[in-house]
């Protein structure tokens, strides 16, 4: 893994989050669409980076695989690093009151945003390699 790499899907993470929450305040009829994110999150995109290395051992799977194979990696990590932040009290996300929750760490409905994820990191990393 390229040290480049990883600030690449850090910067890539944190715009992402950056306009999703952005697009889900104007959802909320809020209309200064101000979108946001914590310092925390910059390495935790950041682990997105390993999606490389790991796409190309993948190359040969079908697309549903290697996207399943990513989400699953990414609520991993969500869970890993968000319990490691919680500990310490300085979490950025709390999904507890979402009915598909677990632990109020990750979203079981977000399985889809995260499955488009990996695949877009795949594709930023293969064109920066």
């Known amino acids: 893994m390229k040290r480049h790499s990883f600030l690449i899907c850090g910067a890539a993470g944190w715009c992402m989050e950056i306009l999703w929450t952005g697009l ?3 959802g909320k009829k809020d209309y200064c669409m101000i979108g946001q994110s914590s310092l ?3 390495p935790i995109y950041g682990m997105a980076a390993c999606i490389g290395p790991l796409s190309r051992c993948l190359k040969n799977c079908p697309v549903f695989v290697r996207g399943s194979i990513y989400m699953a990696g990414i609520f991993a990590a ?3 690093s968000g319990s490691i932040l919680r500990y310490f009290h300085v ?3 709390d999904y507890s009151k979402s ?3 677990y632990q109020g760490l990750i979203r079981l409905d977000y399985a889809p945003v995260w499955f ?3 695949l877009f990191f ?3 990393l293969s064109d920066n390699s």
């Open 24 to 26: 889900h305040a104007f």
């Open 40 to 42: 925390w999150m910059f």
């Open 78 to 80: 969500e869970l890993g």
């Open 91 to 93: 979490c950025p996300w």
């Open 99 to 101: 009915p598909v929750n």
């Open 116 to 118: 488009a994820v990996g």
């Open 122 to 124: 795949e594709k930023i």
